[in-house]
Every structure is written in C-alpha cells, then in structure tokens.
C-alpha cells in the first residue's frame, strides 16, 4: 500500500514538473505604432506544434497575405547540457488604413488536444506629411564619406536628472532612433563620463529593434546600454559624447512591375552609404553636499534604512562571533563607507567583513550593503554594545538624517581556557581544586578516658607528632618552591607552550576526521597563536603578526618559515570567517602547523 502512494506521489511530482517548465505558450507579436499607409506583420507564436489555427479578425488594416505558417526548431548542447527549441508560427502582412486605431481580436489554436487563444491587442495609427522612410534622402555635406541626417536616424543620450547633488545616483540611457535601414555598425563609443562612478546596467549582446514614438514622428528604437552614474565631485560636470557609424541600405528602384509582396519583403536593390552619429556633450550640474555634516556621515545618498544584530545572544568566552549593521535602501549604495563601531575593550576584533546583496536598475542601486564585525569575548559577564549610529544624506527631504541603533546586551558564559590564548599577568596565580584535595574526617562521638591516656601515654603518639612535623615542613617547602615557580610567568607559559598545543591539535585532528571545517580551523588557529603567545611570552595587546614575526626571526628562525607560519595564521583567520571551498586543504595545513610547531619548539 505505501509504494502504491509512493508511485502517485511520485507520478503527480513529474506532472507538476512537466506542467511547470513544460508549459505552452501561444502569443501575439505585433509593433505598438504604425503610419497610416504602412505595410506591417502580425505574428501569432507557439512554442509546440499547432494542430489547428483559427485566425482573429482584423478592424481598420487590410490584409495583403497570410495566414503564413512556418517552423524553427533548434538543439544546443552547452557544458554538457543540451536544450532544445520549438516554434511554429502563422503570420499576416497588412497595410493600415487611416484610422486611428487597429483592433486584432484573438487567434485560436488547437495544441496537444487543448485550445489557447492569444490576447486581444490594440495597435496606434499615426499620421504623417510623409510616408515612413524606408531610406533617406542623400544630403549634400558629407566628410569621407560619412553623411549627417538626424531627421531618419540618430543617437541619444538620455538623462532622468540634471541637477543633482554630490553622490546621486543618475539613470543614463543610450539608444539609437532610425527610419532607415541599417545594415551594420562599426567605430562604436561609449560616453565617457569625467567626474563620476558609473556602471552598466542594461549591455544587450544582440540588438533589439521597437517602435517609439518621439514627437509627432515614429522610430524604430534600440537600447544600446543603460548606466548607472553618481558625481563624485561637485561642479557643471560634461559627459563627452557617444559616438557610432552607421552602415545605411539606399534603396535603387528597379523599373520592372513590382507587387504588394516585393514592397514589404524588399526586392530592391541597394547602394551602403556610412552615416556617423554623435550624441554632443551633456552638462549635469552637481551641488555639494551641505556643510557640517554630522561625525556619522558615512557618504550615504538616497533613503537608507539600519538594521543592527548580534549572531548569537550568549555564548562562552573565547568563542567567535559578529556584529552584523545592515544598510539597505536605495541610492550610492556601493559606495558607502563602514559604520563606527566601538565594541567593549575585552572584546579581541578582527578586519570587517563586507558583503553586498544589491542590483544596478532602471531606478537606480537598490538593495543592502551588509558589514560584518567579527570579535572573541575573553572574559566572561554582561557586556553592553552601544548604540550605532550612521547619518546618511536625504535626497527627497533634502537633509542629513542620523539612524541610531538600540544598545545590544551579550551575555558571555564561562568558557574552557583552553578554548582561547591564556592572558597571563604577575597578578595572576595557579588556584589547585582543593575540593578534591580534601577527604571527609568522621568524627567520633564518644571517647572514653582509658582511650586519651592510652593514646598521649604512647609511643605512637609521639611518633605521629614528629612524622606530621615533618610532612608539615615537606609540604611548606613544596609551596614555597611552586610558589617561586609560579610566580615566574615566563617560565610557567614557556614550560606548558608545546603540551597546551599539542592537546589543541589533536581536538584540530578530530574535526579533521569528522570533516568540521569550521571548528578545525578554529582549533588550528588557537593552537597557532597560542604557542607563539606562550612559548614567547607576548603580551595580549602586542599579538600582532609583525611582533610575532620579528620576535621568531630574533630567537634564530628561518626567514622562510617564520613566512609560512604568518602565511598559515592568514589562511586560518580567513576561513573562519569565509570557510567556502576550505576543506580541501585541510590536512595539509594540519601537517604544516604540527611541522611548524614541532621546530620551533627545538629551537626555542
């Protein structure tokens, strides 16, 4: 019974797949614009075999031919992934009229037994003085062959702002407008934009021809690159122009008898003529940002939110763990500089991390920038983070606006010492466990006198006075000498360097065994550090790599190994913070520390 379900499970599973990325699709393709007069396509698309059309009804164009039906299908096999293509079509070549709307009403197809129909649509009917420019007229002012005519084709460089201030973000559009047709592109330049941080957002590989108004007059229009631009400077700032030649087709005609078909599939013949555009220069006029801007402007412009957290709530001592300041919003994002973060003074913190999670759009850069701030508690209590505070620049409301954060609380637990590096001081001592030290005496209740004068009138007793006098001594003397001992911290840290890491590297080995790559680099890394900052005796406040790697150079280290060692420190701080793609290299890290380790300790 249970695989019978387990069958239906798995067979609706497949038809929902199927159902999903399988799906049918059977669409209109038409232009949004046309001339009154002009001779266009309507195209009605499947991407699976069409058992049977049925074809919509057209108002306010005449239909010249079709249905025309036809067929691609294509097989591409990329890194081993093959895909495949199906599409069939019918399409109608009509002729507008002088309406000023055709209506196209919807198509029907049978497919697969099931009936889609396509949309309704509606297509705007312009009228012009002249017939839409299927060539252009030659002008007289050509320079090596390169001719000008802005009114059939031309390049722009469109801007949403020309005032701004310092750090907003500014939307640059480049499209080419033509009423000609064009055979090919070549010496194609990109503005240049002096002054400003910019970036692609739209690059389209292949382009893309639609209609587009502009005035009173029709193009056919192509996106050629969109950018997203911030000022990085204030000032009337220029944007050289963009520059692109143009390979135009000039239609000779023929003198023979031509048809409606001849006109629209085009059975003329053609003379290339190179046409160079430019878009001119474009000035944009950037305001300084006002002055006095609070301490916590981090060069924020747009509307900016903050979210403060801590990745845990409590935890041990000597275990890691990150201040996380989320800015999210929309404006110079990328830009933006690292909050001020001022983190208890028992708290050992490390380089910020920062992360972007952020897209370039028509409106502008949206998204979050996200700084990490990684630290190791080493003592134990209730610590209070303060609050954050980071002021950005308002563009709508036209003022700097501070964000505060509430105070964070952590609470810290005792941890293992052996877990972090020892911070050793001469006021700090060695405390033995005297609750296992001490066994329980039973006292007696009840003692006669025969007993007390047997035992003071003894030889025993006196025995035992003299052998306690003497392990007394014994005992005073071992203190005095541990004592000694102990308060020698130099001496106490060298003695324990090799033994706290060895222990450190077998914990290191079993996380290698049961491949923790986190924890295994978190173990090597504090057996690392821990040897140099005992077998040393470095301060905690002077453990910095150029300390340890002049300290080890000093007492007669090879350069090349002292450079593996820092190197190997480097590699360790890193994946415990960015562990992707580490385990790898796991067990040769192992070997190089325990090699390392094992040097040292025979010259040092």
């Not at 474009?282 to 979210?307: C, H, R, T």
């Not at 014994?474 to 003695?495: E, G, M, P």
């Not at 290698?512 to 690392?528: G, S």
């Not at 280290?557 to 590699?571: A, R, T, W, Y």
Request: glycine letters at 6%; charged letters at 25%; one cysteine or more.
């Amino acid at each position: 019974m249970n695989r019978k379900i387990a069958i239906l499970v798995f067979t609706i599973l497949l038809l929902s797949i199927n159902k999903i990325y399988g799906q049918i699709t059977f669409e209109i393709d038409v232009p949004k614009m046309v001339y009154q007069g002009e001779r266009f396509a309507v195209k009605f698309v499947a991407n699976a075999k069409i058992d049977n059309f049925n074809g919509p009804s057209f108002s306010g164009a005449t239909v010249l031919a079709g249905p025309s039906p036809s067929t691609m299908s294509s097989v591409q096999i990329v890194n081993g992934k093959r895909t495949s293509q199906y599409e069939e079509s019918y399409t109608y070549i009509l002729q507008a009229g002088d309406q000023n709307v055709i209506a196209i009403s919807s198509a029907n197809a049978s497919i697969s037994g099931k009936q889609y129909n396509s949309k309704p649509v509606t297509i705007e009917v312009v009228s012009s003085s002249s017939t839409p420019a299927q060539s252009y007229q030659r002008e007289e002012n050509q320079d090596e062959g390169i001719t000008y005519n802005k009114a059939d084709l031309f390049l722009n460089l469109s801007l949403n702002k020309t005032k701004v201030v310092k750090g907003e973000p500014i939307i640059a559009t480049l499209k080419l407008y033509t009423r000609s047709n064009i055979a090919g592109f070549e010496d194609f330049k990109l503005p240049i934009f002096n002054g400003f941080w910019s970036q692609d957002i739209e690059a389209p590989n292949n382009i893309s021809f639609t209609t587009e108004k502009v005035g009173d007059q029709i193009y056919r229009s192509a996106l050629l690159r969109r950018f997203v631009i911030i000022p990085q400077q204030s000032g009337n700032l220029t944007i050289e122009p963009a520059e692109l030649v143009c390979q135009v087709q000039i239609a000779q005609r023929g003198t023979r008898g031509r048809s409606i078909f001849d006109d629209f599939f085009g059975d003329d013949t053609y003379s290339m003529e190179r046409k160079r555009l430019s878009t001119g220069r474009k000035n944009i006029e950037v305001s300084p940002l006002p002055s006095e801007a609070p301490n916590s402007f981090g060069g924020g412009v747009g509307k900016i939110n903050m979210n403060v957290k801590l990745a845990h709530d409590s935890l041990k001592s000597n275990q890691a763990t990150s201040l996380i300041v989320e800015l999210a919003g929309s404006g110079n994002l990328n830009l933006m500089e690292q909050p001020k973060v001022i983190l208890p003074s028992d708290f050992e913190s490390y380089d910020v991390k920062v992360s972007n999670n952020f897209s370039n759009t028509a409106q502008g850069v949206t998204g979050k920038r996200v700084f990490e701030y990684p630290f190791i508690p080493r003592g134990e209590g209730v610590y209070q983070i303060e609050p954050i505070e980071y002021s950005y620049y308002d563009i709508q409301q036209k003022k700097y606006v501070t964000l505060t954060s509430e105070p964070k609380e952590l609470k810290v637990l005792k941890g293992d010492v052996s877990q972090g590096i020892i911070v050793s001081s001469t006021n700090q001592r060695e405390v033995g466990n005297l609750g296992e030290d001490i066994r329980y005496i039973k006292n007696r209740t009840f003692l006669s006198e025969k007993e007390k004068n047997f035992i003071v009138s003894s030889l025993f007793y006196y025995l035992i006075i003299v052998l306690v006098a003497v392990l007394a001594f014994v005992a005073l003397y071992i203190l005095k000498q541990r004592k000694t001992f102990n308060s020698d911290i130099v001496r106490v840290r060298n003695k324990r360097a090799n033994r706290v890491a060895n222990s450190r590297l077998r914990q290191a080995q079993t996380y290698l065994k049961e491949n923790k790559v986190q924890e295994f680099y978190e173990e090597l890394h504090k057996a690392m550090l821990g040897y140099v900052s005992d077998k040393l005796s470095i301060p905690y406040a002077q453990m910095q790599k150029s300390t340890i790697e002049s300290l080890l150079i000093s007492k007669g280290i090879d350069n090349d190994k002292v450079d593996e060692f820092i190197k190997l420190l480097d590699s360790c701080e890193l994946v415990r913070y960015s562990p992707q793609g580490a385990d790898s290299a796991m067990e040769s890290k192992y070997n190089k520390a325990r090699e390392l380790i094992s040097l040292f300790e025979n010259k040092l």
